[in-house]
């Protein structure tokens, strides 16, 4: 993507479970918020030096390991706090447990919370504002981002799906409900940029997604 409604968006595709990192930027300031760095930090570091943009916030949907490996580095390159909500704390602790081992990787402590996120937040850099939904369902604290026609959704809606909900903190119904209630309901005309997989819109998922969507 590129400039949409004076902001510069942009993202990749990190790690083996092939996470959409987003970073989102002023195209005035050159000041950035990164959305869900999940992996392969020197890919994330190449986008925003692409972009010419430095890095001021991160802020995450969740606390799942493929959308949180490259957040140490990212706070140590540019200095930069780390939002999520509360609830994460317990996925976050429990989504690193050996997974470094796993990956063949030597092992690092969670990255720390500087600030955590409530529904209805704003989360602000050099003019860029995120309007803070809750969305429970795929972890207790699921957490998408709107603003100026674009939602980041996280691991809770994708195109023609949903996110996952048979992992610890997963809840099937409360999943439908956070996207019927607190998603579906935004502007039809909003372009979606989820967690994996590509980009849709609210219109398209709001009448075709097969999990909650209804007929024209």
């Known amino acids: 993507m590129a400039v949409i409604n004076d902001m510069e968006v942009r993202g990749v595709i990190v790690g083996v479970f092939q996470e959409n990192c987003w970073i989102i930027a002023s195209p005035k ?27 001021k916030m991160i802020v995450n949907s969740h606390a799942h390991a493929d959308h949180i490996l490259a957040v140490n580095a ?32 030597e092992e690092e402590p969670p990255p720390t919370l500087d600030a955590y996120l409530k529904d209805g937040d704003k989360v602000d850099v050099s003019g860029l504002s995120l309007q803070v939904i809750h969305t429970p369902g795929h972890t207790p604290g699921s957490t998408s981002f709107y603003t100026n026609g674009l ?7 994708f195109r023609q799906s949903i996110g996952r ?6 809840d099937g119904q409360l999943i439908i409900q956070s996207i019927k ?20 819109t609210i219109r398209q998922e709001k009448y075709t997604n097969p999990f909650v969507g209804t007929s024209m």
């Open 74 to 105: 990212v706070k140590h390159q540019y200095n930069a706090p780390f939002y999520m909500h509360s609830l994460e704390t317990e996925v976050l602790a429990a989504s690193l447990s050996g997974i470094y081992s796993r990956l063949g990787r």
């Open 151 to 157: 939602l980041f959704s996280g691991d809770t809606l």
């Open 29 to 55: 300031s050159k000041d950035a918020i990164v959305i869900d760095p999940g992996d392969e930090p020197e890919t994330i570091f190449e986008l925003a030096k692409d972009m010419g943009v430095n890095i």
């Open 165 to 170: 909900t048979d992992m610890p903190g997963g």
């Open 181 to 200: 209630q607190k998603l579906l309901t935004l502007p039809e005309e909003t372009i979606v940029l989820p967690g994996h997989m590509q980009e849709t």
